[in-house]
């Protein structure tokens, strides 16, 4: 066996590096300042909220796809604005937002992987599998609507660790890049 470094080892190594750091520190930031995490996360959601509302004003486009400049994309677009207005007046309202919406999504995927198990569509195997998980997914959808606030202190915490686990993978993996490739 011989061995042979990878050309651009070098390169994969230090992007995975300088993203692994990144990410660890993103992630130990996030955890120290998690209402400060909370508070940046709402006010760059109401930049991308004003943007997406001068898009549709002045271009007359969506993410769907081009439209003419009708009245319901101009008013989609003013709609966009004014909530990304509201975002920093109202930097809570923001966050009662947007963890509602992720609760609604919890929950619509939990009840249909409940009717997926009842249905038994996902194999014998699997059911009691995507049962807990739709059980688990109504419990927590429950949770952060009764517990809005808690629900975002919860997931920017989430967030947070799951930055350092894979900020040190991405570590992991540059070095791993790194060793020489072995040939045969």
Known sequence: MTETSAPIGGDIFKSLLLKGILMIILGIIMLIFTFGSILAIELLFGIVLIILGIQLLTSGSTFLGEYKRTWWVILLGILAI???ILAFVFPAMMTLYIVYLIAITVLISGFTDIAIAIANKTGEA???????SGVLGVILGILFIFMPFTGAIVLVQVTAIFLLVFGILAIVEGFMAKKPAKTT
């Open 82 to 84: 004014i909530a990304g």
């Open 126 to 132: 699997n059911r009691i599998l995507v049962a807990i």
